[in-house]
T-cell receptor
Framework: DSGVTQTPKHLITATGQRVTLRCSPRSGDLSVYWYQQSLDQGLQFLIQYYNGEERAKGNILERFSAQQFPDLHSELNLSSLELGDSALYFC???????????????FGEGSRLTVL | GQQVMQIPQYQHVQEGEDFTTYCNSSTTLSNIQWYKQRPGGHPVFLIQ?????EVKKQKRLTFQFGEAKKNSSLHITATQTTDVGTYFCAGPMYSGGGADGLTFGKGTHLIIQP
């Protein structure tokens, strides 16, 4: 158990819909990262938050957005869903050094999104 | 942009044979991390290498960081069925505020035939 909690574990929805994925980081971790994993595509970095503020942005589509709340949990919002958005979405957390740096990432079990 | 390449993409070995996966970065890395993802699971941290030429061992696993800090390797001696999974290397991404997040390679899928 990594200590990172993601909900829901599975989600099936239709094209054009909107979903929200939720992540609770490990206790004390200030950084939250979102990754997308598609078949044979490895782990694509989407976005990172540190203590409530956006820290780094990767290949995140404009239809996707995220935020980190004061209690440090994070949500990833996916809208106008397309078939190609079907993937496993991982949240990870780290202690997040104040001066930058990453340290070890602890991953949740992921949210599997299927868009029909 | 910064890229981390891994080869091979797939590796089939007989149980008991050795296995090696290689990781190459387009830029010099301050550190490199390795993760393992079991089938149906989530990535789990294995190790972080920081120093040029560093070699670290964990039982049957040997990790190396190249002298130029642009490549790394993971070698498993005498593979066992429990080694099945995908091995990822990951290097830090840099933004204006410093190192943020990790760029992952596409991983090497290790398949073991008993």
């Amino acid at each position: 158990d990594s200590g990172v909690t993601q909900t829901p574990k599975h989600l099936i929805t239709a094209t054009g819909q909107r979903v929200t994925l939720r992540c609770s980081p490990r206790s004390g971790d200030l950084s939250v990262y979102w990754y997308q994993q598609s078949l044979d595509q490895g782990l694509q970095f989407l976005i990172q938050y540190y203590n409530g503020e956006e820290r780094a942005k990767g290949n995140i589509l404009e239809r996707f957005s995220a935020q980190q709340f004061p209690d440090l949990h994070s949500e990833l919002n996916l809208s106008s869903l397309e078939l190609g958005d079907s993937a496993l979405y991982f949240c990870a957390s780290s202690a997040g050094l104040a001066g930058g740096g990453t340290g070890e990432l602890f991953f949740g079990e992921g949210s599997r999104l299927t868009v029909l | 942009g910064q890229q981390v390449m891994q080869i091979p993409q797939y590796q089939h070995v007989q149980e008991g044979e050795d296995f090696t996966t290689y990781c190459n970065s387009s830029t010099t890395l301050s550190n490199i991390q390795w993760y393992k993802q079991r089938p149906g699971g989530h990535p789990v941290f294995l190790i972080q290498l920081v120093k040029s030429g560093e070699v670290k061992k964990q039982k049957r696993l040997t990790f190396q960081f190249g002298e130029a800090k642009k490549n790394s390797s993971l070698h498993i001696t005498a593979t066992q069925t429990t080694d099945v999974g995908t091995y990822f290397c990951a290097g830090p991404m840099y933004s204006g505020g410093g190192a943020d997040g990790l760029t992952f390679g596409k991983g090497t899928h290790l398949i073991i035939q008993p």
